[in-house]
């Protein structure tokens, strides 16, 4: 855990069956607890994450408002974290070593509040889902292609894919990262949350490899993705059509903006 001196973390808790009283019931749930002798009002941002050893990552899902901590509220969290069934199955790498799991969470103390957060939510996208077919997969030769812009959510993304990996990949997996457009450019103190799939589909229908981002963008960092999405061994196997093509879909759930404006 991440803290500021201005703030003692008392504690993380986890409903591994989820916190029915907060409406997180088929969910883990997750909240951090401060020292309830704070004497001052703080502000924080929450990560909450858990380690997924089949992937050797974190996946971590960050609170979408600024929680305000005090003497009378010592406690914020997320009560639908990570849906159960998800977390149970012992495929999905969350639980190993005999029942081992590992959670976590930052606390980012944020300056002292000197501007009004607004933030807008679009769940009803009018166009949700990108299609790109890669072709002649296995003779491409460059290190790193890009997807034509596409609009969601009211920005242009782009979808860029490393054939034979990137730099973390050691030229065994396919490497996929989903970023703003370069004439889409954040203001300073503006952030996008987006919240999808990025999906390797099957030409034959039935098994498509699927992975979910849940991430904000920001001018310091205008995208993210795996270096890891799928070895190059399956998508060989399994993922080209008979035209050596590979077909990608991006679908977005979520788009929100956040802005500020100064306190007066």
């Not at 997320?78 to 199955?89: G, I, K, S, V, W």
């Not at 790193?144 to 812009?149: A, C, H, L, Q």
Request: overall charge neutral; glycine content about 8%.
């Amino acid at each position: 855990m991440q803290y500021c001196c201005l703030i003692q973390i008392r504690r993380l808790i986890v409903y591994p069956n989820g916190n029915g009283k907060d409406d997180g019931s088929g969910f883990i749930s997750m909240y951090v607890e401060i020292d309830s002798k704070i004497t001052t009002e703080v502000f924080a941002e929450l990560r909450f994450f858990v380690y997924n050893k089949k992937e050797n990552k974190y996946f971590t899902i960050q609170d979408l408002e600024v929680r305000r901590f005090n003497a009378l509220k010592t406690v914020w969290g997320l009560q639908q974290f990570l849906p159960l069934d998800t977390f149970n199955d012992l495929k999905n790498g969350y639980i190993f070593e005999g029942g081992h799991c590992e959670f976590g969470v930052d606390v980012i103390v944020a300056s002292p509040l000197t501007n009004w957060e607004i933030l807008s939510f679009d769940e009803k996208l009018s166009n949700p889902k990108f299609s790109w077919a890669v072709k002649k997969l296995s003779d491409l030769k460059e290190h790193v292609y890009t997807s034509d812009s596409f609009s969601m959510g009211g920005r242009q993304w782009v979808l860029k894919m490393y054939p034979k990996g990137d730099s973390g990949s050691d030229g065994k997996w396919l490497s996929f990262y989903l970023f703003l457009a370069a004439g889409d450019t954040l203001k300073a103190d503006e952030k996008v949350f987006r919240q999808g799939h990025i999906r390797v589909l099957d030409p034959l229908g039935s098994n498509h490899i699927e992975l979910k981002t849940n991430r904000w963008v920001e001018r310091s960092n205008t995208g993210w993705g795996w270096d890891q999405f799928l070895s190059l061994a399956e998508l060989r196997k399994s993922y080209l059509d008979k035209k050596d093509t590979l077909n990608v879909e991006v679908e977005f759930e979520v788009v929100s903006a956040t802005k500020y404006s100064t306190i007066i």
